[in-house]
């Protein structure tokens, strides 16, 4: 018998990602070993969200941000298009009073002229009813997309050259940065993807320039509060050295 028992490794409060980027992957897997429709993987894998976002908040990570709809995910079947809208007014509707209440800040990043008026009017309500709140911000990604989010920055960038109120060569990455759906929020630290996929489906281009992936064979509704721990206790052993030595 071992004299000492292995001491379990711990999160440093000191050290924590500031940014937390998920691709929550594998809903629809989840539900087919199950015999389930994909809409319950969909419903299974927000439950799982809740959970991760108060977890986050609670140890003390300041921005969350959740691949919930991708510019891709309209070629879905119609059904299951329309579930996830639904589910996801479920979701702001129900943050306000259950996520609010754990103080997180909700806002949506992506594109919005073509979600339903009845989402937009949704999405602003919840922003402006979670913007007292002062805990973690969670970034909904709904129909997101990174090569969406740098073209818009460009056009933005490219209006000003043209009306001369900068010249293209004195354009920076900060002026980037301030016209990306994030600007203001720190780039992404940490970037877990469920499911054993490893890509970035188009997921924070500009943002996970320096973030440290994770990757898990588990699919989203089965990622638990102790995974994300566990990605967060794997970051902090890494070496991150942003190009230098
Ligand atoms: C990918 O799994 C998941 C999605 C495209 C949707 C993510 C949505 C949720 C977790 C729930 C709703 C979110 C909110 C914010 C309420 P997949 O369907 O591609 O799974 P598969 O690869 O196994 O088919």
């Known amino acids: 018998m071992a004299l000492f028992k292995k001491k379990q490794a711990e999160i440093d409060p000191e050290r924590l990602p500031k940014h ?85 800040v909700i806002r949506c990043i992506g594109s919005r002229k073509e979600l339903s008026d009845e989402i937009q009017e949704q999405i602003k309500k919840t922003e402006k009813f979670t913007s007292k709140n002062d805990g973690i911000v969670m970034n909904i990604a709904l129909n997101y997309g990174g090569r969406e989010e740098i073209t818009n920055a460009v056009k933005v960038l490219a209006g000003k050259v043209k009306d001369g ?26 970037l877990i993807r469920t499911s054993g996929e490893q890509r970035l489906s188009n997921f924070m281009l500009w943002q996970v320039s320096y973030a440290e992936m994770w990757f898990t064979d588990k699919l989203w509704p089965d990622f638990k509060p102790a995974d994300l721990r566990q990605a967060i206790i794997d970051f902090q052993s890494r070496g991150r050295r942003f190009g230098g030595v």
């Open 20 to 104: 937390i980027g998920v691709i929550m992957d594998g809903n629809g897997r989840w539900a087919k070993k199950r015999g389930l429709p994909r809409s319950a993987g969909h419903s299974a894998g927000a439950d799982a969200l809740k959970k991760i976002v108060t977890e986050a908040n609670n140890l003390g990570v300041k921005y969350i941000t959740v691949y919930a709809f991708s510019t891709e995910n309209w070629k879905r079947p119609e059904a299951e298009v329309n579930y996830l809208m639904s589910l996801l007014l479920d979701y702001l509707k129900n943050a306000e009073k259950t996520l609010s209440g754990e103080n997180v």
């Open 165 to 190: 109120e900068i010249s293209a060569g004195e354009i920076t990455e900060a002026d980037i940065e301030n016209n990306l759906y994030t600007s203001s929020q720190p780039d992404v630290d940490l």
